[in-house]
């Protein structure tokens, strides 16, 4: 009886509501790539980099303006720009409602006027966490405005693209939006004012078809799928096997889609680097 009352229980019961309490919930992450534990604010000190094999997490829009401009410079344009129905979806406002409250963001896209290293930008961050990224007409015409602002200040356009593709729930609409956008990137062109594109992870259908792929200078982050559209779909096209790597950042690096591929604890000092080499005293070289 009295080894009975030293001997230690077999099983020790944890209740899940304790657990919980004893790790706060997001306090680490696991990188997909190679399955390490990451300390949250870790992580963030990185710019949501895994430190172990490089693998760059989702950012969202305002995270990322945050790591890319010089702190205080970013003034928004149009951040009340909202869709509409045109093609009386009966989920759609429902889901736009939705996804407002979830990311506090109005659209898939944040523009506005910033500083990098000092030099003037107008610059648009496409979220891949709102509807997926996709384009329907506001983010096309925030787009546009963006392009037009640029223009009227003669400074440089950044634009960090990443999305699913067109908005279907707004139809031909959101394919015109490609239009739209590459025919203000052709007055942009002959105005002399440079455009850097980056890719970053997804950007596929309509956006890399359309404003994308067109920057002066064209850069992607790491591991970014790019393409138009799934390899599935073109592999059961052409009925062939596609290549490994296929519609990764390096793959179309390799193959002269893009011009470089950037580390995301690099993207500012490239950035910066690039508009040395293209502005001078704030306004285009030509």
């Known amino acids: ?13 944890v209740h899940a509501d304790t657990a919980r309490k004893d790790i706060p919930e997001g306090l680490w992450q696991k990188c997909p790539e190679c399955n390490e534990i990451l300390y949250s604010k870790e992580l963030e000190k990185y710019l949501k980099t895994c430190v172990k094999c490089g693998y760059s997490f989702r950012m969202g829009a305002r995270e990322r303006i945050k790591a890319t401009v ?17 093609l009386s979806f009966a989920d759609y406002p429902a889901k736009l409602a939705k996804t407002q409250e979830a990311t506090k963001l109005k659209e898939a896209i944040v523009t506005g006027e910033a500083a990098i290293e000092g030099k003037p930008v107008v610059i648009g961050v496409m979220d891949a966490g709102f509807v997926m990224g996709s384009m329907g007409s506001v983010v096309g015409e925030k787009v546009a405005r963006a392009i037009e602002r640029a223009i009227e200040r003669r400074v440089p356009l950044i634009i960090f693209a990443a ?15 490609m239009a739209k956008t590459c025919g203000a990137l052709a007055r942009l062109h002959e105005a002399g004012i440079l455009y850097i594109s980056v890719f970053t992870d997804p950007t596929t259908g309509g956006v890399t078809a359309s404003f994308a792929s067109m920057g002066d200078i064209v850069l992607a982050e790491p591991g970014a799928v790019i393409g138009f559209t799934g390899p599935r779909v073109i592999e ?14 390096e793959f179309l690096l390799k193959h002269g889609f893009i011009d470089m591929v950037v580390t995301r604890t690099q993207m500012r000092e490239t950035l910066a680097a690039l508009l040395d080499l293209h502005v001078s005293g704030g306004s285009e070289n030509g």
Do not use: C, H, W
């Not at 009975?4 to 077999?10: E, G, H, S, V």
């Not at 702190?71 to 045109?86: K, Q, W, Y």
């Not at 999305?163 to 939006?177: D, F, K, N, T």
């Open 70 to 86: 010089d702190e205080g410079t970013f003034v928004e344009i149009d951040a009340d720009l909202t869709s509409t129905n045109p």
């Open 163 to 177: 999305s699913g593709g067109a908005r279907m729930q707004e139809g031909i609409i959101s394919l015109m939006q």
């Open 236 to 249: 059961q096209t052409i009925r062939q096997t596609l290549p490994e790597g296929f519609q990764t950042a």
């Open 1 to 13: 009886m009295f080894k009975d009352l030293f001997r230690k229980p077999k099983y020790v019961t």
